[in-house]
């Protein structure tokens, strides 16, 4: 394995620790009185101050363009890819629908970025992808069961919305890979503008959003918060979203867009961790036997290039010897 091709399984997997602290802040945040929409905002928003800093510190600005005939893509990439992704989990959660619902039909995308990245990339269906989609579904789904199961009616609308979101993740990782690797963009050129337009889009979605839904809790805006709720936003942008979507697209650069969503479920396995250290939740055994089933995959994944190469060796031995 290269190093470069060691990079990017170790930004993969940096990713998902840091995606990993989105509860944790969301919940400090929830409680401080911060609306789920306003904290999306927000977060677009300082996650492009950051990078538009650190790529002005690193490179010229004259080297973060983007060349006209790309703006339709980057403007679809912030709507599609990063704003409805950060918007439809949370207003899934405020129509009723349960969290292990909504949390288990959004780690369906693997599987949706398999068939994507077929059409769109011509990925292929590899048999070690085709054991480590499932398995890593499995493990997302069993770390996400609550300690307690209980049934709850879920509203329809709520299971189309956490499909949806599972839907733009995976085209998150399908443009990211498109755009960032096939296009020669940097992948924090990428994130940057992804961003920056999913900033400008949160305007209108907002709105269209407080239309139909009139909770405080999702589509209340205040600006006089605490100094610690700022804190908090500030947190949330660079740690659960600048750092972990730059490495995402330094990742998705040279590994398979559907090999990387699968080793960014190693996502639920640190959110459970920061749940217990920050949140005091219980970890129940399940969710162990989940978490052994996700680094399983992970696993498969990671080696799946060495089985490439003893494949292709044994296939030129045999062809030698005939």
Request: hydrophobic share 55%; charged share 10%.
């Amino acid at each position: 394995m290269t190093n470069s091709l060691k990079k990017s399984y170790a930004s993969l997997i940096v990713a998902a620790v840091c995606f990993g602290s989105i509860a944790v802040f969301s919940f400090y945040l929830t409680q401080l009185g911060v609306s789920s929409l306003q904290q999306a905002f927000f977060r677009t928003s300082f996650t492009v101050l950051y990078l538009f800093i650190g790529l002005g510190v690193v490179y010229s600005f004259r080297n973060i363009t983007i060349q006209r005939k790309h703006l339709t893509h980057f403007i679809v990439y912030g709507l599609i890819g990063v704003a409805l992704g950060l918007i439809v989990y949370i207003t899934s959660i405020a129509i009723g629908t349960p969290v292990v619902v909504a949390v288990s039909l959004t780690y369906l995308y693997p599987a949706i970025t398999l068939i994507l990245g077929r059409l769109f990339l011509q990925e292929p269906f590899t048999r070690i992808r085709l054991i480590a989609v499932p398995l890593s579904i499995a493990g997302a789904v069993i770390v996400s069961l609550p300690i307690f199961p209980y049934v709850i009616a879920v509203p329809l609308a709520g299971i189309f919305l956490a499909l949806s979101n599972a839907v733009f993740a995976a085209i998150y990782m399908v443009l990211g890979r498109k755009w960032s690797g096939h296009e020669g963009y940097r992948p924090s050129v990428t994130t940057f503008w992804g961003y920056f337009f999913a900033m400008l889009w949160m305007v209108p979605i907002y709105f269209i959003v407080s239309l139909f839904v009139s909770d405080s809790r999702v589509v209340g805006f205040q600006l006089l918060l605490p100094l610690h709720a700022w804190l908090l936003l500030l947190g949330f942008g660079l740690i659960a979203t600048a750092i972990p979507y730059m490495l995402t697209n330094v990742g998705v650069e040279k590994i398979d867009a559907s090999a990387a969503s699968i080793i960014l479920l190693l996502d639920p396995i640190s959110a459970t961790f920061f749940g217990f250290i920050f949140l005091g939740q219980p970890v129940a055994f399940w969710q162990a036997i989940g978490a052994a089933l996700i680094f399983l995959a992970t696993i498969l994944i990671a080696l799946e290039p060495r089985f490439r190469e003893n494949t292709t060796t044994a296939n030129h031995s045999e062809a030698d010897s005939a």
